[in-house]
């Protein structure tokens, strides 16, 4: 999930760039691509997956 926020900061950040606008406020193309990369780096560190066990795990049939 945080991969796909980080494709369309990025994709917002290069639009901004190609045409060389700034937000008011100070923020530019190269502060969408900083905010790109943490998101990439938190969707890296696990941050935002679902694991097995947030599911309830797996549970197989058992024989008796």
């Known amino acids: 999930m945080l991969a796909i926020v980080a494709a369309i900061v990025f994709g917002l950040g290069f639009l901004l760039d190609l045409v060389n606008v700034r937000i008011p406020g100070g923020i530019s193309g190269t502060t969408f691509m900083l905010l790109g990369l943490m998101f990439l780096a938190l969707h ?20 008796r």
């Open 44 to 63: 890296q560190a696990g941050v935002g997956t679902a694991s097995i066990r947030s599911y309830g795990g797996w549970r197989g049939r058992t024989r």
